[in-house]
């Protein structure tokens, strides 16, 4: 991501490089994760090792939640790129390493694990 000189722009660039992330992201995910972040803000995803289901929430940091195999939650996952990125591109990342390196990610992830209250994200 370039960085923006601070002032009135900034602002503006910052929304454009979001608009572009999500516009990436849309064109990486399947017809049904597409549909699924349109409706609900968050896409599903199977890790490549172990078959779990993760689904990760629009935002940029706690936002991935393991899915038991009935679909009821386990805990969430903290990992993210280095860099300032906006979410799109955090997204992104998160998705390409859960399907392709799993436990790769989830070695340098932080756990944490969901209450049984409302969750938050």
Not at 43 to 50: A, L
Not at 58 to 76: P, R
Not at 82 to 102: C, F, P, R, S, Y
Not at 114 to 121: A, I, L, N
């Amino acid at each position: 991501m370039v960085v923006a000189r601070s002032g009135s722009g900034s602002k503006t660039f910052r929304f454009e490089t979001e608009a572009r992330a999500l516009t990436l992201l849309k064109e990486w995910l399947s017809p049904k994760q597409r549909a699924s972040y349109e409706r609900f803000r968050y896409f599903d995803v199977i890790g490549s090792q172990t078959g779990t289901r993760y689904r990760i929430h629009h935002g940029t940091q706690t936002n991935i939640e393991e899915l038991s195999d009935t679909g009821h939650h386990v805990c969430k996952w903290c990992f993210v790129p280095d860099g300032d990125l906006v979410a799109g591109d955090v997204m992104l990342a998160q998705k390409i390493a859960l399907e392709t390196n799993e436990r790769g990610a989830l070695s340098v992830a932080h756990r944490s694990f969901v209450s049984s209250g409302p969750r938050r994200f």
